[in-house]
Structures are given as C-alpha cells and as structure tokens.
C-alpha cells in the first residue's frame, strides 16, 4: 500500500518554528491536491492545510492561518509545512496525505510544543 513518509517533527519552546517534510511517490504527488493534517491525542485528525494539484493555491484551517506555510516541490515529490509561531494546543502527530485522503496513512511525526 502506498503510504508517505513523514519527517521533521521535535520539542519546540512556544513561539518558535519548525519545518515538516513529506515524501511521496512522484505518480501520486503529480497527480493529487496534497494536504496536511494533525492529530492530537484523544481527538480526531483534522485537515491542517492543501496546496492544489495544478496550482500554487493554497488552503488553511483557521487555527493555524498566517502561522504555517504548506508549499510542494514538485521535482522532488516533497511537501512541506513551515510552522511559526507555535502554540501548546498544534501538539500532534502530523500527517501528510491526498486532499482528501485517498492514500494509507503514514507514521506521521510528533510535534511537541512546551509552554
């Protein structure tokens, strides 16, 4: 089953930064819209933020508009998020995957932001 590979989570101090990799296969990347999504412990995974498939377009949960930056490097198949300004409550398991998701979920990775 194809599933990406998550990357790029740690402990971060609030109001700092971190930067998530995804890697994909180049035949699903090329040819889905790709999003971000989180999970945090006890609750639903929820849709963080997509980048269009044919476009630069880019879409986000209101929690975390103006923070975290999604962008997709198409020639090397990697999605990315740049998070800023982190809070204690984007503590989750972070998961890349199709919008909506059509592919298996990977391990994801832990992001921990201590107050």
């Known amino acids: 089953q194809v599933q990406p590979v998550e990357s790029g989570g740690g402990l971060v101090q609030a109001g700092g930064s971190l930067r998530l990799s995804c890697a994909a296969p180049?035949?699903?990347?090329?040819?889905?819209?790709m999003g971000w999504f989180r999970q945090a412990p006890g609750t639903e995974r929820e849709f963080v933020a997509r980048?269009?498939?044919?476009?630069?377009?880019?879409y986000y949960a209101d929690s975390v508009k103006g923070r975290f930056t999604i962008s997709r490097d198409n020639e090397n198949n990697i999605l990315y998020l740049q998070m800023s300004s982190l809070k204690p409550e984007d503590t989750a398991v972070y998961y890349c995957?199709?919008?909506?998701?059509?592919?298996?979920w990977g391990q994801g990775t832990q992001v921990t932001v201590a107050s």
């Open positions: 995957n199709t919008d909506p998701p059509e592919i298996g």
């Open positions: 180049g035949r699903i990347f090329s040819s889905y819209t």
């Open positions: 980048v269009i498939r044919n476009s630069y377009h880019t």
